[in-house]
Structures are given as structure tokens and as C-alpha cells.
């Protein structure tokens, strides 16, 4: 999806619920998902951010190109070097590599009755994680949500939008190849702050919410949000 730079609030809500209901049905998908084909996904998706890194690259450098007012530590964070395009490739595979959370067991508790009671793991359903800046991000947060069984609304910072999205593409291409839907990796692909409010307070489109960046960031999500909300601050 092409990105929409400024739209009407209504328009930007409409969008937000299209992406949450294509994420729904992702999400049932995700929580049916083997291990093979997640880790598979996995593997997928750092083939194709090794193969596509010179369309990162130029991706990137549009939004280097419009973010020239930016200082020299937040042109740093934005930037997507060779390096830290084979570092993103790098972290997906260790990611696959880990163990499968869900189905773990923990905390058993024998009852009188005979019966042990205990903690399973299981996919949340879909989540979104609202970010600042670095690109590898949403990489490294759609690896995540994916490993976990989940489906995932990233929106990233506006100055990163070109980035993000081919980083997305390079995601749903995996999905794809594992027979898994590409709508369980969705970025927002609006720089309007509209999008964030509207994925704050829509608990039929996501889950949970996870924040991460500065301390404003942190104290609107929370201040807003009508879905549960993890964070760091």
C-alpha cells in the first residue's frame, strides 16, 4: 500500500479498522502455526531482506532525503547501512532459532483433587507496537510477534515510512512462501498521527499495545489507549 501522507481523520480511522480486521483474521491463522512453518517464515524473510538489500538501501535513502533537518544522532538511528541490513537478516535467523514459547507450561501446582494446575503460553492475538526512528525495528518486532504466533500493526516514525515499508515487503514475501498470511505483518502506512490515536482506541482491532521510544511517546499511549498497554517507563 502506497503511503498517504495527509488524509481526512475519518479516512485515517476507516484505514486503521481495515488494517485491524485483515490482522483478526491473520492473527487466527498465526495461533494455528507450527513451529516449521514460523521458523520457516522466519528464514523466508531474512532471504529476502539479504536479497532485496539494495532496495532497502534506496528506500532508506528517501527517507534520509526528506529528513535533512534531522541532527546527526537521529540521521544515525534512521540510517540503514549494508551492515545493519545483514545485522537485520542476522537477528531474524537467531530469532527462528530460539525456542517455541507457545504451548510452554510453567508454574505447576498440585490440587487436592489430583488435578495439576498450571500457566500455558499462548499467542496474544494481534498487537501493536508503535515506535520511534530505527527501521531494523520492524524486523526485529514482526520476528517477534511471529515467533510468538501473533499478528502485528507496526507504525513506525513517519521519518522511516519508505524504509518500514520495504522492510514490510520483505516480510510478507516470507509469510508468503511459508503459507502463511502476508496481512500477519502490516505496517501503517500513513505519516498521519491520526493512525497512532485511532490504533489506541480500538480494542477490536488490536490486543495489546506496546510503545517504545521517548517518554512523550510512553505518556500519550498511556494517557489514550483503551486496549492494554506494555511498557518500559
Do not use: F, W
Not at 80 to 100: K, N
Not at 149 to 161: D, K, T
Amino acid at each position: 500500500m502506497n503511503a498517504i501522507e495527509k488524509t481526512p481523520v475519518g479516512d485515517v480511522v476507516q484505514y486503521v479498522h481495515a488494517l485491524g480486521r485483515a490482522a483478526r483474521a491473520a492473527a487466527v491463522e498465526m495461533a494455528r502455526a507450527t513451529t516449521a512453518a514460523k521458523n520457516a517464515t522466519l528464514a523466508a524473510i531474512a532471504q529476502a531482506v539479504e536479497a532485496d538489500a539494495d532496495a532497502l538501501a534506496r528506500a532508506n535513502a528517501r527517507d534520509l532525503d526528506a529528513a535533512s533537518a534531522l541532527d546527526a544522532a537521529a540521521r544515525d538511528r534512521l540510517t540503514l547501512t549494508p551492515a545493519r541490513i545483514a545485522a537485520m537478516a542476522t537477528g531474524l535467523r537467531e530469532i527462528a532459532a530460539l525456542p517455541d514459547p507457545i504451548g510452554a507450561i510453567t508454574d505447576l501446582t498440585p490440587r487436592p483433587t489430583g488435578i495439576q494446575v498450571g500457566r500455558m503460553r499462548v499467542p496474544l492475538g494481534v498487537i501493536g507496537i508503535i515506535y520511534e526512528s530505527r527501521p531494523n525495528v520492524t524486523a526485529d518486532a514482526a520476528a517477534l510477534c511471529l515467533k510468538a504466533g501473533n499478528a502485528v500493526i507496526l507504525r513506525g516514525g513517519s521519518e522511516a515510512l519508505h524504509s518500514n515499508q520495504a522492510i514490510a515487503a520483505c516480510v510478507a514475501r516470507g509469510l508468503e512462501a511459508a503459507g502463511l498470511p502476508p496481512t500477519a505483518v502490516q505496517v501503517v502506512a500513513t505519516a498521519d498521527r491520526a493512525a497512532v490515536g485511532a490504533l489506541l482506541q480500538s480494542p477490536e482491532c488490536v490486543d495489546v499495545i506496546v510503545p517504545r521510544g521517548g517518554k512523550s511517546l510512553i505518556e500519550r499511549v498511556t494517557a489514550e489507549a483503551r486496549v492494554p498497554v506494555i511498557k518500559h517507563l
